[in-house]
C-alpha cells in the first residue's frame, strides 16, 4: 500500500504528498526540505518520515515546538499509524493509506493540564510571542483525539479530490495505453458506481469516424457480462 501525508493549514486539508520507500521527507519551514511548510510556528528542518523495515516512523528534528501526535510530543523514532495526525507548528499532517478514508475534523491546539483535563488555547501574533500568554477559550477533561477512533467525515468534495488525486497518480505509473484505459475505467466506474463501461478506440490512421472500425481497448462489468457491441448510432453521437 501507497502511504500519503495530507496537509492541513487552517481549517482545510490541502496538500497530498506521496511517500516513497528509500526517501525521507523532511518537512520544516526551509526550502531544502522536501515538504515545505509556510508556518512561522515551524523550526526550519522541523522532523522527517521514513521508512525503516515494513513500518513508517517520524522523528523530531530538535525543533522549537516538538511534533506532537494526539496531543503529546514524540520521543526518538515513533512509529506511525494509518489515521495519525501530527501537529507541526499551527499545521497538521494527517498520514494515511487511502485517500478515500475520513480524515479528523478540526482540532484546536491542546495543552495538558496537571489534573488530566486539556485547555484548548488561541494561538495570536504567530510571527511573535505574546508576554501575555495563551489565553484558554474552553477547557475540556477529553481531547478528540481520544473519541475511541470515532469515524468523523468529510465533505464529498474532499472526497471526490481524493479519488481524482488517486486516479492520477494511478494514470502516471501505466505503461501502456491499454493499461491506461484500464486504470481510467476502474476510476470513472468506483467513483460514479457504473455496472457496465468500455474504451473503444480508432486506428490512429482513421481520418473518418467510422463507427464500424471501433475496437474495445479497456472493458469492465460488474456482473461479469460478456462485452456487446455499441449501436453505430450511439457511436457516431459520441464521435
Known amino acids: 500500500m501507497t502511504p500519503y501525508l495530507v496537509v492541513r493549514q487552517g481549517n482545510k486539508w490541502r496538500d497530498v504528498y506521496r511517500l516513497t520507500p528509500g526517501q525521507v521527507m523532511t518537512i520544516g519551514r526551509a526550502p531544502t526540505n522536501r515538504l515545505v511548510l509556510r508556518d512561522e510556528v515551524c ?41 495519525a495526525v501530527l501537529q507541526v507548528g499551527s499545521s497538521e499532517l494527517a498520514f494515511t493509506f487511502d485517500l478515500e478514508l475520513p480524515l479528523p475534523e478540526l482540532t484546536e491546539p491542546v495543552t495538558p493540564r496537571p489534573d488530566g483535563s486539556s485547555a ?3 494561538q495570536q501574533n504567530l510571527g511573535a510571542t505574546s508576554s501575555l500568554g495563551p489565553e484558554i477559550l474552553h477547557r475540556q477533561s477529553r481531547t478528540r483525539f481520544e473519541s475511541g477512533g470515532r469515524e468523523l467525515g468529510r465533505d464529498r468534495t474532499s472526497r471526490d479530490l481524493a479519488r481524482m488525486y488517486r486516479l ?50 479497456a472493458y469492465k462489468s460488474r456482473n461479469q457480462t460478456t462485452y456487446e457491441r455499441v449501436s453505430d448510432s450511439l457511436s457516431r453521437y459520441v464521435l
Not at 525543533?63 to 489515521?83: P, Y
Not at 476502474?186 to 468500455?198: K, V
Request: net charge negative.
Open 43 to 83: 523550526s526550519r528542518n522541523h522532523c522527517e518520515v521514513f521508512l525503516s523495515g515494513d513500518e513508517w516512523y517520524v522523528r523530531d528534528l530538535g525543533s522549537r515546538n516538538g511534533t506532537l501526535i494526539a496531543g503529546k510530543a514524540i520521543v526518538g523514532d515513533q512509529k506511525l499509524e494509518s489515521g
Open 120 to 122: 484548548i488555547v488561541a
Open 168 to 217: 492520477a497518480l494511478d494514470m502516471g505509473n501505466a505503461a501502456s495505453p491499454k493499461m491506461l484505459a484500464e486504470v481510467v475505467l476502474n476510476g470513472l466506474m468506483a467513483g460514479i458506481q457504473a455496472d457496465i463501461g468500455a474504451f473503444l478506440l480508432l486506428p490512429q490512421e482513421q481520418s473518418e469516424k467510422d463507427p464500424g472500425r471501433l475496437s474495445v481497448l
